[in-house]
């Protein structure tokens, strides 16, 4: 049953990668005041899998002075990795309890890390290692603050299961009294996700396409979609721990599709960051805030169990 689950919640997230494109460059049109894609299918709505087969059918080159095996091996790395995110996805019926979940999501965030560096060093081109490097650097650095906030909550529901979310927020959502935490959390999605404000890693206009540039057809589309599957699952995660994680409700798809639009319209508003002050964000701002936050709620749940 928990094969057969998995399997299925992988093929309806590809579908969702699809159509989160398709909202993406329609909403980016409506903001820049132009139509989107409108042309292929009733409203464009076949254009995802256009675009799919255009980029599976194209010709697939390679630097030839890059490190062959490690070239083509990073973009299925990174697929693969994000594939083993969705394990984690909270089913209503208990196909698979997973106790450890939020423990395994640090992991594989943290392996994430693994396959742009190595796509970056291994393509052999200087661009392409200095998007690799900034996105290592960047990845590391607002992982710290991301661990510190999921601690201040581990703290609360005393579990890594995310189904337990659930059961503690019957009667109040985290966010309404960790609003400051929800906006720091925000931030570090963006940025482990490598998403404009912070998509320094992709800098078009100093580094051509950042550490993706020497890939075409598939090895592209790996990357591409290891990229909006990892949106997609920290919009669930948002979802899961500051917006009630009702899982029986039709509105925690709601609010997972809100949060994807809120990804989508950040980019479509805000320029792009300056490097040293996105290190300085996360140092000296998101990290003592999360800590004073994870010392608070110690004390304060501490002074509860002692006081009965």
Not at 209 to 232: D, H
Not at 245 to 252: A, E, G, K, M, W
Not at 268 to 285: C, I, V
């Amino acid at each position: 049953m928990f094969l057969i689950s998995y399997v299925v919640t992988i093929i309806c997230i590809l579908v969702a990668v699809a159509f989160v494109t398709l909202l993406e460059r329609k909403v980016l049109g409506y903001i820049q005041l132009r139509k989107g894609p409108n042309s292929v299918g009733f409203m464009g709505l076949l254009q995802p899998f256009s675009d799919g087969i255009k980029l599976f059918f194209s010709e697939q080159t390679y630097p030839y002075m890059s490190n062959f095996f490690i070239y083509y091996f990073s973009p299925v790395f990174m697929l693969l990795l994000s594939f083993a995110l969705w394990v984690l996805f909270p089913h209503m019926v208990n196909v698979y309890s997973f106790n450890l979940g939020i423990l395994f999501f640090l992991c594989c965030t943290g392996m994430g890390v693994y396959g742009v560096m190595l796509s970056g060093w291994s393509s052999n081109s200087k661009y392409a290692l200095l998007g690799g490097l900034r996105a290592m650097a960047q990845t590391i650095s607002y992982e710290v603050s991301m661990a510190m906030i999921m601690l201040c909550f581990i703290v609360f529901v005393f579990s890594f299961d995310l189904v337990d979310f659930m059961i503690y927020q019957s009667n109040i959502w985290f966010l309404f009294f960790s609003i400051p935490l929800f906006f720091c959390w925000l931030s570090s999605c963006l940025a482990e996700t490598n998403r404009s404000p912070f998509d320094f890693a992709e800098g078009e206009s100093e580094l051509v396409s950042g550490f993706n540039v020497e890939y075409s057809s598939g090895g592209f589309a790996f990357i591409f979609l290891s990229e909006y599957m990892n949106i997609i699952f920290m919009s669930l995660l948002t979802s899961v721990i500051y917006l009630g994680c009702d899982l029986y409700s039709i509105f925690f798809y709601l609010k997972t599709v809100i949060v994807i639009f809120w990804f989508i319209w950040v980019r479509g508003t805000l320029p792009r960051f300056r490097y040293d002050k996105l290190m300085y964000l996360t140092w000296k701002t998101f990290l003592p805030m999360s800590l004073n936050y994870f010392l608070f709620f110690s004390m304060f749940l501490s002074l509860l169990i002692v006081n009965g």
